[in-house]
């Protein structure tokens, strides 16, 4: 919280600054931060015609993000060395990092979901490390993305826990442990509760790689003016260090997320 409250500060203390050295009335501040997340042809400019077959910069960036995850996990393990380089070594690390998380949350039955969580992971990671470079478009940012994301495993889970468990999957929404006259108000906010997965589930992923990517911008904005630049360099170069390791945070918690509701899926009595 503190350092949210410092970065607060600093921002409305630039735009203070950026106002006093403005001239004749016109700020020397020129910037749209959320033009960065606008969706045009990939040829094109923003406002021309969209349709379903256009490439766009979305989907420029989301198809580097999956050619970067087949050449570490194809080009980068191909040798199968007994002592592994340094690619190979990467690669075994996420493989068993994940492997580990479905088996310690999910549980050993989970393990055949494994692909599945383990391809979420890997499309969400490198979705936002791309992000990361310079002028690029952020796919993870887009609500529409991470909405199809959130919603595909919003059903997977939904029909697994009823095929496998057939109408004892809603046994999730009764809780048998609460006093009888409870239960059907507990059931009723367990039920909404369940609907409202995929919306947390996805904005919370678009509302964090939204916000970094748009305070970098603003304090881009700011390094225009002579006076503050080196703050808002200094700025810049924290925020960037710190979306770094958002962008490995967000790729956790949304599978770690999924491994919680497969289990629920698979385990569904309180």
Not at 246 to 267: G, N, R, S
Request: glycine share 6%; net charge neutral.
């Amino acid at each position: 919280m503190s350092i949210l409250v410092f970065f607060a500060v600093v921002i409305v203390a630039l735009i203070v600054i950026s106002v006093l050295f403005s001239v004749e009335g016109e700020s020397e501040l020129a910037f749209h931060p959320m033009d960065q997340f606008m969706i045009k042809p990939l040829f094109g400019e923003y406002g021309d015609p969209v349709y379903w077959y256009t490439v766009t910069n979305l989907t420029f960036w989301m198809a580097l993000a999956v050619l970067c995850v087949v050449l570490m996990f194809v080009l980068g393990t191909r040798g199968r060395a007994i002592v592994p380089g340094r690619s190979q070594s990467v690669a075994e690390l996420t493989y068993g990092f994940v492997f580990k998380m479905v088996e310690d949350v999910t549980g050993k039955e989970a393990v055949k979901f494994f692909p599945y969580i383990f391809t979420l992971f890997l499309f969400i990671l490198f979705a936002n490390f791309v992000a990361l470079i310079p002028t690029s478009a952020s796919p993870t940012s887009q609500i529409t993305v991470t909405a199809f994301l959130a919603l595909a495993v919003f059903l997977t889970v939904t029909v697994v826990g009823f095929v496998k468990n057939g109408m004892k999957f809603l046994g999730l929404f009764w809780v048998s442990s609460a006093p009888l006259a409870l239960r059907p108000i507990l059931a009723i906010i367990e039920l909404i509760s369940y609907f409202v997965r995929p919306v947390s589930h996805s904005i919370r992923l678009a509302g964090n790689i939204m916000a970094g990517h748009a305070v970098i911008k603003v304090f881009a904005g700011f390094a225009a003016i002579t006076a503050i630049a080196p703050v808002s360099v200094l700025a810049i170069t924290a925020i960037f260090g710190l979306e770094v390791l958002v962008a490995f945070i967000q790729a956790y918690v949304f599978t770690i997320l999924t491994c919680v509701y497969l289990k629920d899926a698979l385990h569904p009595s309180h």
